[in-house]
């Protein structure tokens, strides 16, 4: 045990050197009670189009059929909170979508982990999952001990708020998990349910077909007129049920640059962005998560809050 203890303490060192702002470690077994939750919220529908939440099902709920003999699941936490944003008065982008898409930073970092555990500690099997394969991420964390899944269904670490990226590298090293799981803080609080402006949340439970997130990225075709006047100026992404979170009142602003506003983005006002043409989105957005919508994708969403509503 004192060997698993030192090689992870190790390990999270490494972590944290890498510009990681939490670190956390799970033995890889069976998700149970996740699955039958999992379950139930793809049977309720709540995963609107996303039709490849269904897919992988025992992988996504089993680190075992990810990667071979799989020990342990490190989570770690990413600050994207930037020091600067948007102008109030415009269209809104999600911050996690202000600078370089999060996919490759953290995955190069979490690849410089797993280098570092191959060279420095042994040679292990692994792999590094940032949002892209069937893992559970928010869970993991949570088990980890890096904060509690919300009733806005966000992990929320206790330090950093929940304006986090989260990564897994799952190995077939044994290590120390002994993490010290912590309490759901939301309380009495429902300050996420009552700001969500198109009643996507259900305590604990989103319905994704509801959120303006699913709708402004993942959601091909039209957007239902159901929606209408409901959108805020939310163009890419929503962060209302962050944005009035108490536990993010003390978001910490992340120094990478990589993650920081542009000025162009900074500036841009609704008659801007209404006249947005390719050349400027692609000045805009190259390399940013914002190109998974494409220029069609967020003209269409700018169009939609831009038509005025039916008359009934
Ligand atoms: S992201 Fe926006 S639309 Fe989605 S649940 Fe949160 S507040 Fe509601
Ligand atoms: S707003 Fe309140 S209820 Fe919602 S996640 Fe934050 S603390 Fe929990």
Redesign the pocket.
Known sequence: MKNKTKLSEKIKQKALELGFAAFGISGATFLKKESQQLKQWLDNGFHGEMHYMENHFEKRTNPQKLVERAKSVISVLYNYYPKDFQRKDTYQISKYAYGRDYHYVVKEKLNQLLEFIKQEIQEVSGRVFVDSAPVMDKVWAAKSGLGWIGK?TNLISKEFGSFVFIGELIIDLELDYNMHLLKDYCGSCTK?ID????G??IPYQ?NAG????YLTIEKKGDIPDEFKGKWNNWIFG????QDVCPWNAKAKPNNDPQFQISGLLKNMNREDWQHLDKITFKKLFKNSPVERAKYEGLKRNIEFIKKPLAKS
């Open positions: 806005n996420c700001a969500c402006p198109t996507a949340l989103l509801k959120c303006i997130s929503c962060d209302i049920c």
